[in-house]
């Protein structure tokens, strides 16, 4: 358990401030919006799903980021919307502490735009993440207006992505794409499939399973009307008077 003196601006008098080791809370506000939440929890699922055998990440949103060199809590710290960070152990966190995580930063942020965080996520924030981060992919994405950009890392510089036919932006760290899809922003894979989230898998599992069942009914319906057609030749055969097993 580290105790610090903190100077109370208002009153002037220092203040014990007690901060145990690895273990701060995150301290982000709430979401702004429901569609702020709903985005985030996408790219969560979609990601945790399709690297489900993997041990080696850690992903998160709305989640605090200390960094100070001096490691307080009350300094230095930013709350990305999600942000991935590679070569970890894939645990619950209550926050990322840097200090705590061998010094790394995340290998990817986006941040979600709104009237209020705008400007702050394209300039204090990229600054930040350019310049103290050194994430290697930024991404912005508005939600309502469908805004998107994204930017990678060079010597030290982040320069902008350049969008494929699809308008999709390449994280060079997840080895994915980046797409809007339905108003929102989604995983794609390097032949631009989408990655699904567990809820389609299972929508495509029963689609496959209702589609086998058709395929069987369809298959006795030809065969049911194969032997009624066998019969009713059968039957004309005996009314002339020969024997349909002799044939």
């Given at each position: 358990?580290?105790?610090?003196?903190?100077?109370?601006?208002?009153?002037?008098?220092?203040?014990?401030?007690?901060?145990?080791?690895?273990?701060?809370?995150?301290?982000?506000?709430?979401?702004?919006?429901?569609?702020?939440?709903?985005?985030?929890?996408?790219?969560?699922?979609?990601?945790?799903?399709?690297?489900?055998?993997?041990?080696?990440?850690y992903s998160a949103g709305n989640l605090t980021i200390y960094?100070?060199?001096?490691?307080?809590?009350?300094?230095?710290?930013?709350?990305?919307?999600?942000?991935?960070?590679?070569?970890?152990?894939?645990?619950?966190?209550?926050?990322?502490?840097?200090?705590?995580?061998?010094?790394?930063?995340?290998?990817?942020?986006?941040?979600?735009?709104?009237?209020?965080?705008?400007?702050?996520?394209?300039?204090?924030?990229?600054?930040?993440?350019?310049?103290?981060?050194?994430?290697?992919?930024?991404?912005?994405?508005?939600?309502?207006?469908?805004?998107?950009?994204?930017?990678?890392?060079?010597?030290?510089?982040?320069?902008?992505?350049?969008?494929?036919?699809?308008?999709?932006?390449?994280?060079?760290?997840?080895?994915?794409?980046?797409?809007?899809?339905?108003?929102?922003?989604?995983?794609?894979?390097?032949?631009?499939?989408?990655?699904?989230?567990?809820?389609?898998?299972?929508?495509?599992?029963?689609?496959?399973?209702?589609?086998?069942?058709?395929?069987?009914?369809?298959?006795?319906?030809?065969?049911?009307?194969?032997?009624?057609?066998?019969?009713?030749?059968?039957?004309?055969?005996?009314?002339?008077?020969?024997?349909?097993?002799?044939?």
């Open positions: 358990m580290t105790i610090a003196q903190e100077l109370d601006s208002e009153t002037g008098i220092c203040e014990d401030v007690i901060f145990p080791p690895g273990d701060l809370f995150s301290d982000e506000p709430p979401l702004e919006t429901e569609l702020h939440l709903r985005q985030i929890i996408l790219l969560l699922q979609c990601l945790e799903w399709l690297w489900r055998d993997r041990n080696d990440f960094y100070s060199p001096r490691q307080r809590k009350s300094e230095k710290f930013r709350g990305p919307d999600f942000f991935v960070v590679l070569g970890t152990e894939r645990k619950t966190r209550k926050s990322w502490v840097v200090w705590e995580e061998d010094g790394k930063y995340p290998n990817v942020i986006l941040e979600i735009l709104s009237n209020s965080t705008a400007n702050t996520d394209k300039g204090l924030k990229k600054e930040i993440y350019q310049n103290t981060f050194r994430t290697p992919d930024y991404f912005w994405f508005d939600p309502y207006t469908l805004e998107f950009a994204g930017f990678h890392l060079v010597d030290g510089e982040y320069q902008p992505l350049q969008a494929s036919e699809q308008g999709h932006l390449w994280s060079q760290q997840l080895g994915l794409y980046l797409g809007i899809y339905q108003g929102l922003l989604r995983f794609f894979k390097p032949d631009g499939q989408l990655v699904p989230t567990p809820e389609e898998i299972a929508q495509q599992s029963e689609q496959r399973v209702e589609q086998a069942e058709q395929k069987v009914e369809q298959a006795e319906q030809r065969a049911q009307q194969e032997a009624e057609k066998a019969e009713r030749l059968a039957a004309k055969l005996r009314e002339l008077n020969i024997d349909p097993d002799t044939i």
